[in-house]
């Protein structure tokens, strides 16, 4: 069942996004080649703590980490290791955190060093159709505009979108109903209504969109091994724009001359 936010929920839920944003924010200045997956994941572990909240994955339906990080072929739920990143990798690090018993969740693929031209535009392709799909989540729209908005620029650009995974409510649950596919016909599924918070997720394969998981039980890559990346917002459904409770992704990019000046 769909649970619409009361005002008092979604300032609770807004502070846990702003959590998450941050810690991936601070992240993002770490990010570097050499770098170890699981030197990470001890930062955030910290990091989430410092900011009075838990993280929202460690412990999870048993996950054994704070950060998921996933490399190259590896589409989402990725173990963090010992393995170095190198140049030219990307990572999508996924971040949950937990406060005053609301869930915030927001992802972010990272190019380490330089990466190819072809590999950056599937990240800037992945991304684009996140924001495409964010701006149907308005009163009256339905859920299957989203998928579709995201599945229309994904498709027309020579990518996939990952089918089998899905973005979700959020509130006091990590996932809650209604399911978020990145694919879908205009006008069709649950109703977008003013107070729902919903985790929008799009997952781009730059070959096979269907994937497989690792020994580990977690890790889930492209049946492929083509490249994957990943980016997600946490989003309230409001009267007029739908508002993004992760805003902080202006920190992970380059900033420009102006900006600098």
């Keep these: 069942m769909v649970q619409l936010k009361s005002k008092e929920e979604i300032e609770l ?21 050499g770098v170890t997956p699981l030197e990470l994941d001890k930062i955030a572990y910290d990091y989430i703590h410092d900011q009075g ?28 290791d010992k393995t170095p990143l190198k140049e030219g990798d990307i990572v999508s690090v996924d971040c949950g955190a937990v406060k005053n018993g609301y869930y915030g969740d927001h992802a972010y693929t990272f190019a380490i060093g330089e990466i190819a031209p072809e590999i950056e535009k599937l990240l800037r392709i992945t991304k684009e159709s996140l924001y495409l799909g964010i701006e149907q989540m308005r009163v009256g729209n339905r859920i299957g505009d ?17 089918r089998e995974l899905v973005g979700h409510g959020l509130g006091k649950s990590m996932h809650e109903d209604p399911q978020v596919p990145n694919f879908g016909k205009p006008g069709r599924g649950p109703l977008l209504k003013e107070g729902m918070v919903l985790a929008i997720e799009p997952m781009l394969s730059s070959g096979s969109t269907h994937i497989r998981t690792l020994d580990d039980a977690w890790t889930v890559v492209t049946a492929d091994r083509a490249l994957s990346a990943h980016y997600e917002h946490t989003v309230l459904v409001t009267e007029g724009e739908p508002e993004i409770l992760t805003p902080r992704e202006r920190a992970f990019e380059p900033r420009s001359a102006a900006e600098i000046a």
């Design 53 to 80: 909240a838990v993280p929202g994955f460690l412990g999870f339906n048993g996950f054994p980490n704070s950060l998921c990080i996933s490399k190259n072929e590896a589409v989402v739920h990725g173990i963090p």
């Design 13 to 33: 839920l807004r502070e846990s996004a702003l959590i998450v944003s941050r810690t991936l924010g601070y992240i993002a200045e770490k990010v570097a080649p």
């Design 146 to 162: 989203i998928g579709y908005a995201i599945q229309k620029h994904t498709e027309k650009e020579g990518y996939g979108v990952v």
